[in-house]
């Protein structure tokens, strides 16, 4: 029951974000405050894929000069992601999508935010086997700033991987019955 009552406080945050984005200026922090009280381990880890990420999303908005569109995503997508982090915090063997289903959430929206959430996790070991490949073949990506204009390199390839899962993960669900 505890879980649950978490559970609606998280996605009710990550609601708030998505109708009124100004709210996480002040979630954020408040959200940050709780998991380094909560789990400093699990918060270091986290912080170590977010900070790289959202750097990155920030770095294309600024090249197509829209610094403050790229500065809402990355806060909308902070705030979400810190919301679903605060519930993994108090609970972390109670997966989103039991969450989700023992609030009453249908079986598909369960199963697809589920799926939609782990599949961008598995991204980020993507990139460092797409890093690491290219390293191997001889084509060295530089550091810092000039990296994105080298984006390609890891682009291309991270592309070609996620569309062939995607289409694995399509299959899969067919074969199992998930189409009605």
């Given at each position: 029951m505890r879980y649950k009552i978490l559970g609606l406080i998280s996605l009710v945050l990550m609601v708030v974000q998505f109708v009124r984005p100004q709210t996480s200026y002040a979630l954020i922090p408040a959200l940050l405050l709780t998991l380094l009280v909560r789990n400093r381990r699990s918060l270091k880890i986290y912080l170590t894929f977010l900070l790289p990420s959202f750097t990155f999303i920030l770095a294309l908005y600024a090249l197509l000069g829209q610094w403050q569109t790229g500065l809402q995503t990355v806060l909308l997508l902070t705030g979400t992601s810190l919301c679903?982090?605060?519930?993994?915090?108090?609970?972390?063997?109670?997966?989103?999508?039991?969450?989700?289903?023992?609030?009453?959430?249908?079986?598909?929206?369960?199963?697809?935010?589920?799926?939609?959430?782990?599949?961008?996790?598995?991204?980020?070991?993507?990139?460092?086997?797409?890093?690491?490949?290219?390293?191997?073949?001889?084509?060295?990506?530089?550091?810092?700033?000039?990296?994105?204009?080298?984006?390609?390199?890891?682009?291309?390839?991270?592309?070609?991987?996620?569309?062939?899962?995607?289409?694995?993960?399509?299959?899969?669900l067919y074969l199992r019955g998930g189409r009605k």
């Amino acid at each position: 029951m505890r879980y649950k009552i978490l559970g609606l406080i998280s996605l009710v945050l990550m609601v708030v974000q998505f109708v009124r984005p100004q709210t996480s200026y002040a979630l954020i922090p408040a959200l940050l405050l709780t998991l380094l009280v909560r789990n400093r381990r699990s918060l270091k880890i986290y912080l170590t894929f977010l900070l790289p990420s959202f750097t990155f999303i920030l770095a294309l908005y600024a090249l197509l000069g829209q610094w403050q569109t790229g500065l809402q995503t990355v806060l909308l997508l902070t705030g979400t992601s810190l919301c679903l982090q605060l519930f993994l915090a108090f609970f972390p063997d109670v997966s989103l999508y039991v969450l989700l289903r023992s609030c009453g959430c249908p079986e598909r929206f369960a199963f697809i935010t589920y799926g939609a959430v782990n599949y961008a996790l598995f991204i980020k070991p993507l990139v460092n086997e797409i890093r690491d490949a290219q390293r191997l073949r001889g084509v060295e990506i530089p550091t810092g700033i000039r990296s994105l204009l080298h984006l390609h390199i890891l682009l291309i390839p991270l592309m070609v991987r996620l569309i062939k899962g995607a289409d694995h993960l399509a299959e899969s669900l067919y074969l199992r019955g998930g189409r009605k």
